[in-house]
């Protein structure tokens, strides 16, 4: 399984998805977990000693639903994901800071970025699995966790629209300088996927690149249940 999404990440067109997140911010991936994958990554859901943490939305008003921290060493699938998402968005994650005038800071590989979250005290695993019941949502926010954060996260969803659920949809709200906000709202199928940014993004104006801090959140599930899988590349404290 490892391995035929490895190759399913290496087939993207990638010069594409680089210039969407460029132009938009966002990228909207197609279907790389087929419905076997998808069941199995839900039924890790019900297996306590796969997870180090179990938040309940509802008792930090993060919104209703319930998410899980994955416990080290990740299932394979999801470190998969991870590490071979890593380079692809890294060359991006560089390029935006270089668009703002920055240094690039980010290595071409996740255990080197995931070495100096460690020595920042950031040892924590970040990947998760998120489940929202009828009437479950989430508030607008951001997956920081410390200092040291990559620009980027990858979504998917792991059950059927319309069928296991409905609403449920993915929604970006990007806060611009001196104007109103914009959102963006995102209907993902089983086993598609999402890059969004993590903070900020770099938007070109008259008098160069200027940057926008974006949330994300999901918007009221009314029927049914929504698995949501969640792979953030920086560890938490």
Not at 26 to 32: I, M, N, S, V
Not at 146 to 159: A, D, I
Not at 174 to 187: D, F, K, L, N
């Amino acid at each position: 399984m490892p391995n035929r999404i490895s190759d399913r990440i290496a087939s993207l067109d990638w010069e594409a998805l680089q210039h969407l997140l460029d132009v938009q911010g966002f990228a909207k991936l197609p279907t790389l977990l087929d419905p076997d994958q998808c069941q199995e990554i839900i039924k890790t859901y019900n297996d306590t000693s796969n997870f180090r943490s179990t938040i309940n939305m509802k008792r930090y008003r993060f919104g209703e639903g319930e998410y899980k921290y994955f416990q080290a060493p990740l299932p394979p699938v999801l470190q998969q994901l991870r590490t071979d998402f890593y380079p692809e968005l890294a060359k991006t994650a560089n390029r935006w800071l270089q668009q703002l005038k920055k240094d690039p800071i980010y290595p071409p590989c996740l255990s080197e970025f995931l070495d100096h979250c460690h020595t920042q005290g950031q040892v924590r695993s970040t990947p998760l699995i998120l489940k929202y019941e009828s009437g479950g949502y989430n508030c607008m926010h951001q997956d920081l966790y410390g200092e040291v954060y990559f620009p980027f996260q990858v979504l998917f969803v792991l059950n059927q629209r319309e069928k296991d659920y409905s609403g449920g949809e993915s929604i970006l709200v990007e806060q611009r300088p001196r104007a109103q906000s914009r959102g963006h709202v995102i209907t993902l199928e089983q086993g598609e996927g999402l890059i969004f940014p993590t903070n900020h993004r770099p938007v070109e104006g008259t008098r160069g690149y200027y940057r926008t801090t974006v949330r994300h959140g999901v918007s009221t599930v009314t029927s049914g249940t929504r698995y949501g899988l969640g792979i953030i590349f920086h560890d938490a404290k």
